[in-house]
C-alpha cells in the first residue's frame, strides 16, 4: 500500500521556536508538495520539490523553507514560528508528467503556535 | 481569482439521497481529481479524470472538457459519506506540476 507519512499529527509550539515538520513517501515519487489548509481558503501551496536538492516556491513562502536531501524526504521549517502559523500542514506526493499524476496525501499535522 | 470554484458550499442530505458536487475551472488541464477528506485531516484521492465519466462503487464522476465542468455524484448516500470533497485540477503549464484546489464541499449525511 502506497504511503505519505507525515511525522507529527499534532504538534503545539511557542512563538519563536523552529519547528520542522517531515514527510516520507515511499513511491519514489519526483514531485514533493508542501500545502497549508485553512477554513474557507482551501489548499495553498507553500513549497513545491521536483527533484533531491530541487525546490520551487508555492503561493505562500513568506515565514517557511523546505529541505530535500533524499528523494522520499520533504522537510517543511518554520524558522521562527508566528501564531499566524498555526494551522493544518499537508505534504503530497506525485509523479512527473506525463506519468499518472495522481496525487498522494500525509494524514495531516495540525499545528498549533501559542 | 480561484481557478477552481465548487458548490455547494455545505450539503446536507438524508440517507438514501442522491447528490451532486460540481466543479468549475478555468485553466487548461492535464486533469481534475476528486478527493475526500474525512474529520482528523487525511486527504484520499476518489477520481483522477481526463474526459467521460468514471465510475466507483456509488460514487460517479463526469467531466467536461469543453464546459470546464466536472460534476460528483453519490448514489444512496449513507452516514459514512459524511466527508468533505474537493476538486483538484492538475494544470498543463509549463510542467504540469501545478495543482488547483476548491475550497471544498462539506457533506453530512443524516440518518
Known amino acids: 500500500d502506497v504511503k505519505v507519512t507525515q511525522s507529527s499529527r499534532y504538534l503545539v509550539k511557542r512563538t519563536g521556536e523552529k519547528v520542522f515538520l517531515e514527510c516520507v513517501q515511499d513511491?519514489?515519487?519526483?514531485?514533493m508538495f508542501w500545502y497549508r489548509q485553512d477554513p474557507g481558503l482551501g489548499l495553498r501551496l507553500i513549497y513545491f520539490?521536483?527533484?533531491?536538492?530541487?525546490?520551487e516556491k508555492g503561493d505562500i513562502p513568506e515565514g517557511y523553507s523546505v529541505s530535500r536531501e533524499k528523494k522520499e524526504r520533504f522537510s517543511l521549517i518554520l524558522e521562527s514560528a508566528s501564531t499566524n502559523q498555526t494551522s493544518m500542514y499537508l505534504c503530497?506526493?506525485?509523479?512527473?508528467?506525463?506519468?499518472?499524476?495522481?496525487?498522494?496525501f500525509g494524514e495531516g499535522s495540525r499545528l498549533t503556535v501559542l | 481569482k480561484n481557478e477552481v470554484e465548487q458548490s455547494p458550499q455545505n450539503l446536507t442530505a438524508q440517507e438514501g439521497e442522491f447528490i451532486t458536487i460540481n466543479c468549475s475551472y478555468s485553466?487548461?488541464?492535464?486533469?481534475l481529481h476528486w478527493l475526500q477528506q474525512h474529520p482528523g485531516g487525511g486527504i484520499v484521492s476518489l477520481f483522477m479524470?481526463?474526459?467521460g465519466k468514471k465510475k466507483h462503487g456509488r460514487l460517479i464522476a463526469t467531466i467536461n472538457i469543453q464546459e470546464k465542468h466536472s460534476s460528483l455524484h453519490i448514489t444512496a448516500s449513507h452516514p459514512r459519506d459524511s466527508a468533505v470533497y474537493i476538486c483538484?485540477?492538475?494544470?498543463?503549464?509549463?510542467?504540469?506540476?501545478?495543482?488547483?484546489f476548491g475550497t471544498g464541499t462539506s457533506l453530512t449525511v443524516i440518518p
Open positions: 503530497a506526493s506525485s509523479l512527473p508528467l506525463p506519468f499518472t499524476g495522481e496525487l498522494f
Open positions: 513511491m519514489d515519487h519526483e514531485n
Open positions: 520539490s521536483y527533484d533531491v536538492k530541487m525546490k
Open positions: 485553466v487548461g488541464i492535464s486533469a
Open positions: 479524470l481526463s474526459s
Open positions: 483538484a485540477v492538475r494544470s498543463r503549464g509549463n510542467t504540469g506540476n501545478q495543482f488547483y
